[in-house]
């Protein structure tokens, strides 16, 4: 027997979740029934190390509205995220944690919001003391660098915990990147939003995959995701330190013809040549980044490739980017237009 079509799907990417998807479980399907509304639970395995495939089998044999997907590997929660978003069947979407730091209680403020008229609910987080002081410091400085020199803002504080309805969605899946960053991806798009405040709790169990190292490089993804910035400010830095050059140049030869030259030194010529080598191996590697990404796209490997989907009428495990032809491309911008 089908289950019947849901109107709300939640996205859960997981890795190394097993300490928590039982009590992740146990909190939001109450909130889930208490809506009244079909719905079904993605429970994404990203490549986890642990046991938590097997308790997401345990889960979905259990629940019939849970879904467990497995991708072949790990691809990264970007890429899960992706997957959730492509393979979810319901009328409005709802990525979330399994962590419980983003309560499920604030789904039924997320349907009102919508039941308003609204195709985007972001969740804001108003108190972040839970974070350590370090991570709640670089957070801040991220957004503000981000929104300074992108061309679409990034909400501060926003995550990926948010309500998005399916015309949300279809223009999403018209965005062909392969490297994603999906804060960006979800204010590219922009439609009509609405926030909901709130605070955040501290993990419940286990522990997050995010260092401090792998936090940095997805700031980096960011920043170059949105942004051609940073390519733009090493040209001005470039411009000024010539300006530099030449009048520091005039003043020697002023100096010269009118009192004689001095004593050569060799310490000024070694600063001088290693900060200009700093200089160009710097803009080197910030050209290095966009060049890196260019690359990756040309590739046009897939997003994710899915190993299972408990859902028969999931649709082809591959999720393909091939390049498109302009008759396609144009049917997908008339499409686009059509959700506006």
Not at 49 to 66: A, C, F, G, H, P
Not at 204 to 228: M, R
Not at 262 to 284: E, H, K, R
Request: charged share 25%; with cysteine.
């Amino acid at each position: 027997m089908s289950m019947p079509t849901p109107t709300i799907s939640v996205i859960c990417p997981c890795y190394n979740e097993q300490e928590g998807l039982n009590s992740f479980m146990q909190r939001i399907t109450p909130v889930l029934e208490q809506t009244n509304l079909e719905y079904e639970i993605l429970l994404i395995n990203d490549g986890s190390k642990d046991n938590t495939l097997d308790v997401i089998y345990q889960l979905s044999e259990q629940n019939t509205r849970v879904r467990a997907i497995n991708l072949s590997r790990n691809f990264g929660k970007e890429a899960a995220l992706t997957a959730g978003i492509d393979r979810a069947k319901g009328e409005v979407l709802i990525p979330i944690d399994a962590d419980l730091q983003d309560p499920p209680e604030l789904i039924h403020d997320f349907i009102r919001e919508w039941q308003k008229g609204y195709d985007v609910v972001v969740a804001k987080r108003v108190d972040r003391s839970s974070d350590t002081w370090a991570k709640k410091f670089s957070a801040e400085m991220f957004y503000k660098f981000h929104n300074m020199v992108a061309q679409v803002e990034i909400p501060e504080n926003v995550g990926d915990f948010r309500l998005i309805n399916r015309r949300v969605v279809q223009a999403i899946q018209l965005l062909p990147e392969n490297q994603r960053f999906m804060k960006g991806v979800f204010s590219w798009v922009g439609f009509k939003t609405s926030v909901v405040e709130y605070k955040r709790d501290a993990r419940e169990a286990g522990e997050s995959s995010f260092n401090g190292w792998k936090l940095w490089n997805f700031a980096l993804d960011g920043i170059t995701s949105f942004s051609t910035a940073p390519l733009r400010i090493w040209l001005y830095i470039g411009c000024v330190i010539s300006a530099l050059s030449f009048l520091f140049g005039s003043f020697t030869i002023l100096k010269t013809l009118m009192f004689g030259i001095d004593a050569p030194g060799y310490a000024s010529m070694l600063t001088v040549i290693l900060f200009l080598g700093g200089v160009q191996l710097i803009g080197i590697g910030v050209l290095g980044e966009y060049v890196g990404r260019l690359y990756m796209e040309s590739k046009r490997r897939p997003i994710y490739i899915v190993e299972h989907d408990d859902a028969e009428s999931a649709s082809d495990p591959f999720h393909h980017n091939p390049v498109e032809s302009p008759s396609l491309t144009q049917e997908k911008s008339e499409h686009f237009d059509k959700l506006a």
